[in-house]
């Protein structure tokens, strides 16, 4: 760090906490990616908490002239997240939100997700009109500041149509407030010059005919290039034109600090029709004939993009046998009404009547069909990044025809690929938009790549952006990527217009630089990231950050996707051996010792990473691969608690039987204070006690007798190491352990249960694979499946295990003749119809953990509370609890981390329920609340067919 940002750390020292203060190797290196194909280090990393703290950095790097680059979630494409100045992130702070006017319209702070602000519309019927397909990931501040658009946005509901009011803050510190009438006044006042400039901007661009024209031209298509000058022949008023400005500027014209949208309808009725086409020409001629029809979404695919996916699992047999010729549009067509959805179907088929089609065209309304044909579309992209040449990267551009000539421009558009050796691109997009993205690997390492990449970019810009007159830039934004051919598109008075807006906003140039507009010619060929191989399980990454929005450590330390760029980089050092110097073995050193808490210690291992990413990555599994090589030295002690595991759990029991003498003597309070200082003096190996800590469960009611009533059905219950170490919360009133509210809701139900031998010894080994002890991990899973098989008669009965996780681990390594559940699956196939629920009016939360949803259990488990309660809570951003096993104990920031918010959430709530009693733990102290197993609330509501409820906690 050279000395202007040594001063900038000083005199931030003075105003920000020093956790919001990034400057160490390893997490600015992690922060020096985003989805693009770019990378540069941050000199400085500051997390704002409010509009106050940004106008002070902002202040502070301007007197040194240091740039900043504004960051929401890092999903961008082309390069405008990152910098190898100063990085601006936005903290928790920043994920504010308000529904207006019942649900017509919503403000939204930049940091909130996407689908989250989807999910606050949901009952209203309503959604926000941009829709990228990183909207899981994404951040309104970026969804704005880029203009994303998506596969049914179009044109009419971006973010410059849709947006009501907007909230910015300016390179000078000062605040514009569109939606407050004493802030727009006191705006013109204070910047009454600025907004004159940008009336006259206005007024001459009007008054050139020929300008304004080719403006309007532009912005009938699909366009992100460069600043939004329609907003300069759209509107005269100054604000208004600032207001607009903003959209997809971004962040080189100022932070977007809320934005206020007017919302679109969310139509429930959904169909789809995957439509086959014997060449490109006649898709394109399809598509001009539903331009004309009510669809909600049209996406093209060529027969290069089709083969991608064709073997997928699941995907149409047909896709195999398709001609070389032959393309696909994929038809989406919703409605609030039976009547009105088979109206606008009937539409579709009447535009389509005469055009020559491979297969008839048939609507779906099956979920599974529907879901399957969007698969097909999603899983174009991540089927060439799983694909790749190791080292390589995947380019994906974004580029617009104007419809009527679509045709004709993706035929030149393959033939320029294939001119310059791209022979494996496809070809999909947005069709009634005329918007393509074609995607491709790219190595930038062997000599002449580059140049081949840059040659092709030539064209390409020439192609589209001369003589098709389209645009480079769809809905990507132009970041780095498309900067140095901004004029070749727009020509020079278009381009001379954009430097004078930047100039107004910006003079000194220290927004978000090189970014949208810049003199350097090969900028677009700079900044190349690196992308060695590093481990198998990983190197397929692209780096999109899909994953990030979930993981459980994002505010704490890493993500996924940080964690294999770090692990990326010392596989680099690595690979330098003899030729490293000696900074590079110093820095291999630090990132190493610091990557043990950043990226391993802290990481919950969960796999919920693999359900987010469109390449199936569980980075989870790289850190269990890091602990095994660590903990090698420790496989003879996992090998001699694994063969006498009976003795570990009475420890453990033992154990949580001496906290709870602790706990009497010294109360809640100051036995969690001794514990914390015992915690932190011991480097984390003495455990973190919980007021929410369990007393030890009591094994001995496993001991009954197993019958044999052939009028019985039977069971076979497997209760976890956890339920059989931990059993109720002290200061709960429900005192029964798991095993004992299981058994009553199994005789309740009329089964017969069998107990497996041993059952005190078994285990499924995820307590070892979790730290990497895989050995002792295969063997307990060897050992619980035979005890298994022998007590299900080889699978004849099916086997309940009381927890969640355990139960996905065995799904995953047991023999396929068992029938293996875990509660909620158990519930709702074996349980609901042998009892009669009354629900209970008290609220109640769940918590769905992260083994559920990736089992695919997750509507199953809030269908399964609904059934028995009336009111159900769901925690909004709340996916995996950090708990992970044991690291709520050993790791208790993580689990602090993950759950931060809880308590507000589930506030009213008279308990929570789940399937995981490690989980619980964590679940009940951040919570405020009790958390218990699903079977208590189950059996507290219900009674069998021939008996009565059993009055338990939630009668009053």
Not at 42 to 64: F, G, K, M, N
Not at 433 to 455: A, C, D, I, M, T
Not at 632 to 643: P, S, Y
Not at 939 to 949: A, C, E, T
Request: aromatic residues 6%; charged residues 25%.
């Amino acid at each position: 760090m050279n000395t202007p940002y040594k001063e900038l750390l000083e005199a931030l020292r003075e105003i920000l906490p020093a956790e919001r203060l990034i400057h160490d190797p390893l997490r600015t290196l992690a922060y020096g990616s985003d989805a693009s194909f770019y990378r540069l280090i941050p000199q400085l990393v500051v997390y704002i908490d409010s509009e106050t703290e940004l106008a002070i950095v902002l202040t502070e790097t301007h007197a040194r002239a240091l740039p900043v680059t504004f960051r929401a979630a890092g999903t961008s494409l082309s390069g405008q997240a990152v910098t190898d100045s100063v990085l601006i992130l936005l903290s928790r702070a920043w994920r504010g939100h308000e529904v207006l006017d019942n649900g017509e319209a919503i403000r939204l702070q930049p940091g909130v997700i996407g689908a989250r602000a989807n999910q606050l519309l949901a009952p209203f019927k309503r959604k926000i009109g941009p829709d990228p397909a990183s909207l899981n990931s994404c951040m309104v501040g970026g969804i704005a500041a880029n203009n994303a658009s998506g596969m049914c946005c179009g044109t009419a509901q971006n973010s410059y149509y849709t947006m009501r009011d907007i909230r910015v803050v300016l390179a000078d510190g000062s605040v514009l407030d569109t939606a407050d009438a004493a802030s727009v006044n006191a705006f013109r006042d204070s910047h009454a010059e600025l907004l004159a400039e940008l009336e006259n901007l206005a007024a001459d661009t009007q008054a050139d005919k020929a300008l304004s024209s080719r403006i309007r031209h532009k912005y009938r298509l699909k366009n992100t290039t460069g600043y939004a000058l329609n907003s300069l022949v759209d509107f005269s008023d100054g604000i208004e034109i600032l207001k607009h400005l903003m959209i997809g500027s971004e962040g080189t014209l100022g932070f977007i600090s809320s934005i206020t949208y007017d919302t679109v309808p969310d139509e429930p009725l959904k169909v789809a029709a995957l439509a086959l086409f014997p060449d490109m020409e006649t898709t394109c001629r399809a598509t001009i004939a539903l331009k004309r029809t009510p669809v909600s979404a049209v996406e093209l695919m060529d027969r290069a993009a089709l083969r991608s996916v064709q073997d997928q699992s699941g995907m149409p047999e047909v896709l195999k046998t398709l001609p070389e010729q032959a393309a696909a549009l994929l038809i989406d067509v919703r409605g609030d009404t039976e009547a009105t959805l088979a109206a606008r179907e009937a539409q579709v088929h009447a535009a389509l009547e005469g055009t020559q089609t491979l297969e008839p065209l048939t609507f779906t309304r099956d979920r599974q069909s529907y879901e399957l044909f969007w698969r097909i579309r999603k899983g174009l992209f991540p089927a060439v990044g799983a694909v790749r040449e190791t080292g390589t990267t995947v380019v994906i551009e974004d580029v617009v025809f104007p419809v009527e000539r679509l045709d004709e421009g993706v035929l030149a558009l393959t033939d320029i690929f294939h001119e310059h050796g791209y022979q494996n691109a496809i070809l999909f997009g947005h069709a009634l938009e005329g918007n393509l993205h074609f995607v491709f690997p790219q190595g930038f390492e062997k000599p002449g790549e580059v140049e081949r990449y840059q040659s092709l970019m030539d064209e390409v810009a020439n192609l589209v952006g001369v003589e098709y007159g389209g645009s480079l830039k769809g809905e990507h934004g132009t970041g780095r990527n498309m900067a140095p051919y901004v004029e070749l598109e727009w020509g020079a008075d278009a381009y001379a217009l954009m430097w004078r807006i930047k100039a107004l906003f910006d003079p000194e140039n220290l927004l978000n630089p090189g970014v949208i507009l810049s003199r350097n010619p090969t900028l677009h060929i700079e900044d190349l990231k690196p992308l060695p191989a590093a481990d198998p399980l990983v190197d397929k990454c692209i780096e999109c950050g899909f994953c990030e929005s979930i993981c459980p450590s994002k505010d704490l330390t890493l993500t996924p996707r940080q964690r294999i760029v770090v692990r990326r980089e010392l596989a680099r050092l690595e690979a330098l051996g003899d030729r490293a110097e000696d900074d590079d073995k110093e820095r291999l050193a630090r990132l190493w010792r610091d990557y043990a808490y950043q990226g391993d210690e802290t990481c919950a291992a969960d796999g919920l990473c693999a359900t987010q990413c469109p390449v199936d990555i569980n980075t989870g599994d790289l850190m269990r691969n890091l602990r095994w090589e660590r903990n090698v030295g420790k496989a003879g002690m996992a090998r001699i608690l694994g063969r006498h595991f009976s003795g570990t759990t009475r420890f453990a029991r033992g154990a949580l039987n001496g906290a709870a003498v602790g706990q009497a003597i010294l109360g809640d309070r100051l036995m969690f204070k001794t514990s914390g200082a015992l915690h932190r003096l011991s480097g984390g190996h003495v455990p973190q006690w919980l007021p929410s800590m369990p007393g030890a469960a009591s094994i001995k009611v496993l001991n009954r007798p197993t019958g044999d009533d052939p009028s019985r059905d039977k069971v076979v219950y497997l209760p976890s190491c956890a339920t059989r170490v931990f059993g109720a919360d002290r200061h709960d009133q429900e005192s029964r352990s798991v095993m004992e509210i299981t058994l009553t809701l199994l005789d309740k139900a009329g089964y017969e249960v069998i107990i497996p031998a041993m059952p005190g010894h078994l285990c499924c080994g995820m307590a070892f694979q979790s730290k990497g002890q895989f050995h002792e991990a295969d063997h307990k899973a060897r050992e619980l499946n035979r005890e298994l098989l022998a007590a299900s008669q080889n699978g004849r009965y099916p086997v309940l295990c009381d927890t969640s996780p355990c139960l996905l681990r065995m799904q995953e390594a047991f023999d396929d003749r068992l029938t293996l559940l875990e509660p909620v699956s158990f519930a709702n196939d074996y349980l609901l119809s042998r009892l009669e629920i009354t629900p209970v009016s008290s609220p109640v939360a769940i918590h769905v953990t992260c083994s559920s949803k990736r089992m695919g259990l997750a509507d199953k488990f809030v269908a399964l509370a609904h059934a028995c309660a009336m009111e159900v809570v769901v925690p909004a951003e709340i996916d995996c609890c950090g708990f992970a096993g044991d690291k709520g104990f050993t790791t208790p920031e993580l689990n602090a981390s993950a759950l931060h918010g809880l308590a507000k959430e589930v506030q009213g709530c008279v308990a929570g329920y789940s399937n995981s009693r490690t989980c619980e733990v964590g679940l009940a102290y951040h919570g405020g609340i009790p958390y218990r197993p699903i079977f208590s609330l189950i059996d507290q509501v219900s009674h069998g067919k021939n008996g009565s409820r059993r009055k338990g906690v939630l009668d009053s």
